[in-house]
């Protein structure tokens, strides 16, 4: 089984917990949270009808960064190219954080599945995410 989907927008990372100083009780900033939301309903979109996945899992991300305006066209054709990747944030990590655990228990029965992970910053006409998961 393979799903691929996209989700449009800015790229949120997945945000340390932080603690409420009042109540002692760790918790997920809200854009962390909104956008794991997010990821969820381009899947549900996409697949209203999808099955858990229960075996092992290949997941692959791919990152659209926006090219930044006042690049100059010849830096741009080689951003898009693939000859530059961006090195601004969000981390490449925290990109995979967050679609991990917007996927965990939705997608497939827990992320301990995942055994092969390809996590790739590129230059896009448009902020978006690539996902695609496949058991194999």
Known sequence: MTYEFEVIGDIVGKERPRVNTYTNMIY??????????LIQQYFMIKYPNHTI?????SVEIIAYMKIPKNTSNK?????LKGMISPTK?????????SV?????????????QVSK????????EQEKLYVKIEEF
């Open 75 to 79: 830096k741009e054709e080689q951003m």
């Open 100 to 112: 991990l655990d917007a996927l965990n228990k939705f997608v497939f029965k827990d992320d301990n």
């Open 28 to 37: 997920t900033p809200n854009k962390t949270k909104e956008y794991e939301k």
């Open 53 to 57: 996945l229960e075996n092992r899992i």
């Open 117 to 124: 992970l390809l996590v790739e910053k590129k230059y896009g």
């Open 89 to 97: 944030k969000p981390d490449i990590d925290n990109i995979a954080k």
